[in-house]
């Protein structure tokens, strides 16, 4: 799942829970580090079961997929492991040019060293005197542009009028209410920031004086996005030194006025393209309808087949399970903890009886992001439902359309491009069920958080359903009525599908993408947990019997979605496709 914002992984945050062991509490709460981390794979069969989907996630989420982030070669392979699979399934396919495949856009975009920029004769080091954030291909040039002091950002009353910084740069300063986060020293909110002054050449925030180390290498990647179909104009952002601030307004920053006019600018900071070496692909495959009218509407089911890769410094494995099992429940979706003395003792004491029951093997130096809930999960139980599909003797009347989008971590990019783009008529796709995260939902595990406050746990039965009615009634009672046949039925929680939830769920997968374009949708999902986003998202830790019973109901709702005698009717408002999701 994507996450909502960005998540540290040097460091962690304090957040007990009293009784987190207690329904383990006649057992060693930490047996799950002794548990193997390899498996034997065999044949899969049509039926979908426990043991076919750990046979396909042992693979798809082994270290050699190498985190499978976008763009590198993990991807690549997982990619490929899917598109094979399906095509021996005997599964048509639907990408370009009679592929499984559909490229994406993605491109990289380092920062353009050869670049000249500055006031006057003078010229300013790029991640010295000041740190470009790319903006994207429609930012806009500062060459010429007159610089004007815009105030101090987190200081509403100090502000610039947006209209006052047309065609200009506009510099602010920071103020501690303007950080974007404590962790983030010297910043600001760079999507609000660029909201208020939409119409200026540039925005300049001189808060880089103040940037931790983290944060200075952080920004000094090359951001990997997708090319837009029609790049809208923005300003260029920089964050700058106060030197750097004071030759461009030619004046003292702290005596400065809001509205006082600086020096003009020459040249501009600019960001390049550059293909990726590893193109991002979704696959694409479709299995027919057996009713000739019918046939030529589609149920999409789908997952994301990618996840976030490596970290550059490995951690002890047992380490970090222990840690956020302790005191970061939620994973990447908790703050990083203060560890004090008294938790730093409980930690210790547990990582020395682990390490003597595993002989040290438990503390295993450890990088990869291996992704197997997030969204290994997702993706290998829609290739056992592809399967189960493509073995039967009677096919369901519409058709299965089966899509696997890459670049969800990075921002939705697959579905958006497929849903944009798609390789079948978009008003030819009935419904979408996506699948992202279903391998966890233990009474154990925070799988998430309540609107007014405290947190979810899940139990032997858990699922939760997002987005069931949100265009659809019919299709929400249908997954209902779906689940009173299963044996047993699942426990449908729709506690993080309401409206205003902090988390957002709905708009953090790629369902959206579809709904976004009045496609009635269901996301599937167990929810949260400690791995989440962290290396301990291993194949080991996950539940397949409960896997295997999602992915059963899923496989039956789609079965009955195609074989209605009308299409599920949408009774809800639809959304702007090109506007922005808030839950």
């Known amino acids: ?209 103040l940037f931790t180390q983290n944060n200075r290498e952080l920004y000094h990647q090359a951001f990997q996005g997708m090319r837009p179909d029609n790049p809208q104009p923005a300003p260029t952002y920089l964050y700058v030194t106060r030197q750097t601030a004071e030759a461009m307004l030619g004046a003292p920053l702290d005596s400065a006025k809001a509205g006082a006019t600086g020096r003009t600018l020459s040249g501009t900071p600019r960001f390049i393209e550059e293909p990726l070496e590893f193109p991002g692909r979704n696959v694409v495959a479709i299995l027919r309808g057996r009713d000739p009218v019918l046939r030529g509407e589609f149920v999409a089911i789908g997952a994301h087949n990618d ?12 380490s970090m399970y222990v840690v956020n099992h302790l005191f970061r429940q939620s994973g990447a979706d908790d703050q990083p903890p203060k560890i004090g003395d008294a938790e730093a003792k409980q930690i210790n ?22 992704g197997a809930d997030d969204d290994g999960s997702g993706s290998v139980s829609v290739l056992e439902i592809a399967q189960y599909f493509a073995g039967l003797r009677t096919r369901p009347k519409r058709s299965l359309l089966f899509v696997w989008h890459v670049g969800e971590e990075e921002g939705l990019y697959g579905s958006q491009y497929f849903t944009d783009h798609p390789t079948v008529p978009r008003d030819s796709i009935v419904a979408q069920l996506n699948i992202d995260m279903i391998g966890r939902g233990g009474v154990a595990d925070v799988t998430g958080q309540k609107k007014e406050g405290g947190v979810v746990h899940g139990d032997p039965n858990y699922v939760q359903l997002i987005g069931s009615r949100r265009l659809s009634t019919e299709l929400g009672d249908l997954a209902v009525t779906v689940n009173k046949t299963e044996h047993p039925a699942l426990n449908f929680d729709y506690t993080l599908d309401a409206n205003g939830h902090p988390q957002n769920i709905y708009c953090r997968s790629d369902h959206y993408e579809y709904a976004r374009y009045g496609i009635p949708i269901i996301f599937f999902t167990t929810g949260g947990h400690a791995d989440y986003h962290q290396v301990t998202d291993e194949p080991q830790y996950i539940d397949y019997a409960r896997m295997a019973r999602i992915a059963n109901l899923v496989a039956d709702l789609a079965t009955t979605v195609a074989n209605l005698d009308h299409r599920v009717v949408v009774d809800q408002p639809k959304p702007d496709p090109q506007g922005n999701c808030q839950q």
């Open 307 to 318: 996840h976030i890769g490596t970290r550059q410094t490995p951690v002890a494995h047992d």
């Open 1 to 209: 799942m994507k996450s909502a914002a960005i998540c540290s992984v040097t460091a962690w945050s304090l957040l007990a829970v009293p009784g987190l062991l207690c329904a383990q509490a006649a057992q060693d709460p930490w047996a799950t580090l002794e548990r193997p981390r390899t498996h034997v794979s065999g044949p899969t069969r049509q039926p979908i079961t426990a043991a076919d989907l750990s046979s396909r996630l042992y693979r798809f989420a082994d270290d050699s997929m190498g985190g499978r982030l976008l763009g590198t070669e993990g991807n690549s392979k997982g990619v490929e492991y899917i598109a094979n699979e399906v095509k021996q399934m005997g599964l048509e396919p639907a990408g370009e040019n009679g592929s499984y495949f559909q490229t994406i856009p993605v491109f990289s975009r380092p920062f353009d060293s050869t670049a000249v920029f500055g006031v006057g004769d003078s010229h300013f080091t790029a991640w010295t005197d000041y740190l470009p954030r790319d903006q994207g291909p429609g930012a806009r040039s500062l060459d010429g542009a007159q610089v004007i002091y815009g105030g101090t950002w987190g200081d509403s009353a100090s502000l610039i009028s947006p209209d006052a910084v047309a065609g200009k740069l506009v510099l602010l300063s920071v103020a501690p209410a303007g950080y974007s986060s404590p962790e983030a020293p010297g910043t600001a909110n760079r999507f609000q920031v660029s909201g208020r002054y939409p119409l200026a050449a540039g925005i300049a925030v001189a808060g880089l004086d």
């Open 349 to 370: 004491d547990a990582l020395a009886a682990i390490r003597q029951k595993t002989g040290g093997a438990s503390a295993r130096p450890d990088s990869i992001y291996n």
